[in-house]
Nanobody, 126 residues
Framework: QVQLVESGGGLVQTGGSLRLSCAAP????????MGWFRQAPGKEREFVAG????????KYADSVKGRFTISRDNAKSTAYLQMSSLKSEDMAVYYC???????????????????WGQGTQVTVSS
């Protein structure tokens, strides 16, 4: 079983910033598209951002474009989600996910991702 470990969640004021990290086993990580998803209470899990294996391709949900940045460090087997200008509607449990693939692409579909972390809570207070 491949284990992904998220960290960096917490409490932040509206307009503030947080950086989430996701560590994965090295072999899996370098072969995988990485994605960030989130789930708010009573809502379905939704795509936030994704990054290709090389890091050359990224994709974002419209709701976070211009505010969030996804990146990865293949040498450290870690993906990041830098979140800025946080809003109350960003409050959710954030999950990272890995999609092993032979392609250097990005997908936003939940079912395409094979491995998931346990989630980290992001709370935004006004």
């Amino acid at each position: 079983q491949v284990q992904l470990v998220e960290s960096g969640g917490g409490l932040v004021q509206t307009g503030g910033s947080l950086r989430l990290s996701c560590a994965a086993p090295g072999r899996t990580f370098i072969m995988s598209t990485m994605g960030w998803f989130r789930q708010a209470p009573g809502k379905e899990r939704e795509f936030v951002a994704g990054i290709s294996r090389s890091g050359g391709g990224t994709k974002y949900a419209d709701s976070v474009k211009g505010r969030f940045t996804i990146s990865r460090d293949n040498a450290k087997s870690t993906a990041y989600l830098q979140m800025s200008s946080l809003k109350s509607e960003d409050m959710a449990v954030y999950y990272c996910a890995a999609r092993p693939s032979s392609l250097d692409d990005v997908v936003a579909t939940i079912r395409e991702y094979d491995y998931w972390g346990q989630g980290t809570q992001v709370t935004v207070s006004s």
